[in-house]
Nanobody, 126 residues
């Protein structure tokens, strides 16, 4: 099973940008769809974005569409979440996750995922 480690979180002012990375171990990275979720204090974990095995298909939550972009590099066993025009309401712990199956609509559900990273904090100040 793949193991995941996120990096790239931090503190940024509203309107700024951050790029999160998710490093995966194992030889089967390219067989997993990769998703990004976030969880703010006192709130449930919510879907942010996902990218297909090949990188050819992506899907986004409405709240981040047009501001965030997810991608992957299978040669480097990495997935990315580029976050632009950040807002204070984007503040949360961000998690990457790996799913062996499913279709793009399925990737919005946390229980579709087989492995999770430990999370990285993103804080957006006013």
């Amino acid at each position: 099973q793949v193991q995941l480690v996120e990096s790239g979180g931090g503190l940024v002012q509203a309107g700024g940008s951050l790029r999160l990375s998710c490093a995966a171990s194992g030889r089967t990275f390219s067989s997993y769809a990769m998703g990004w979720f976030r969880q703010a204090p006192g709130k449930e974990r919510e879907f942010v974005a996902a990218v297909s095995w090949s990188g050819g298909r992506t899907t986004y939550a409405d709240s981040v569409k047009g501001r965030f972009t997810t991608s992957r590099d299978n040669a480097k066993n990495r997935a990315y979440l580029q976050m632009n025009s950040l807002k204070p309401e984007d503040t949360a712990v961000y998690y990457c996750a790996a799913a062996r199956g499913g279709a793009p609509d399925d990737w919005r559900r946390p229980n579709e995922y087989d492995a999770w990273g430990q999370g990285t904090q993103v804080t957006v100040s006013y």
